[in-house]
């Protein structure tokens, strides 16, 4: 085995391990629901997070992103293909610790998403494929035309689902009561 491919390897095993944990965690494989749909549109509805992807998979593609900019910053000289699996292991960790019951409730008290449930084991390997894409997309793309698509993904998102990658971060670490209210609004 070449050395490339350790980095290659050791990212399929963090997607075996971050599905195990979570469903030993108690995770849903897939919805309830027994309908097998990769896309989910509606933002709000009983289905997002409960299927391969749905809005909140593009915030997964801005942490891809993020982690490439953190990681050529913080890690210039190690090889790509290392980095993109330290990207994996940390979405892979916010994962678990997004569907860990402390967070799980800190969204629904704390954020508009009232009825958060969690993610299913596919909705979280949906979101680490996510973080995955944003990678690529950062290291294709460039600093400059990268951020660009980060600041766009983010106005696209507040304008079409009223929630963002920086939006949940803030409902989560201080939550503003006008922005939960906007959130929840009729969009009409």
């Known amino acids: 085995m070449t050395s490339k491919v350790v980095p290659w390897m050791l990212t399929g095993g ?8 979570l469903r030993l965690s108690g995770r849903l494989w ?5 309908q097998i749909w990769p896309w989910i549109s509606d933002p ?31 890690a210039p000289s190690l090889a790509i293909s290392w980095r993109f699996c330290l990207s994996a292991a940390m979405e892979a960790a916010w994962e678990i610790l997004e569907n860990g019951a402390f967070v799980i409730e800190r969204y629904r008290r704390m954020t508009a998403a009232v009825g ?21 997309l950062a290291a294709r ?16 998102l507040l304008a079409w689902i009223r929630d963002s990658l920086l939006l949940t971060v803030v409902m989560l670490v201080y939550p503003l009561p006008g922005i939960k209210a906007w959130q929840g609004a009729d969009n009409g």
Not at 30 to 34: D, E, K, L
Not at 116 to 136: K, P, Q, R
């Open 14 to 21: 963090l997607l075996v391990i971050a599905a195990a944990w």
């Open 30 to 34: 897939w919805c309830s629901c027994g």
């Open 44 to 74: 709000a509805g009983p289905h997002t997070s409960q299927h391969v992807a749905d809005p909140y998979s593009f915030t997964h593609v801005l942490h891809g992103l993020l982690f490439f900019w953190l990681l050529a910053w913080g």
């Open 116 to 136: 958060y449930e969690g993610d299913t084991v596919a909705n979280s390997l949906g979101d680490i494929l996510s973080c995955g894409l944003g990678f690529w």
């Open 141 to 156: 793309l460039g600093f400059r035309s990268s951020l660009v698509c980060f600041v766009l993904t983010e106005l696209v």
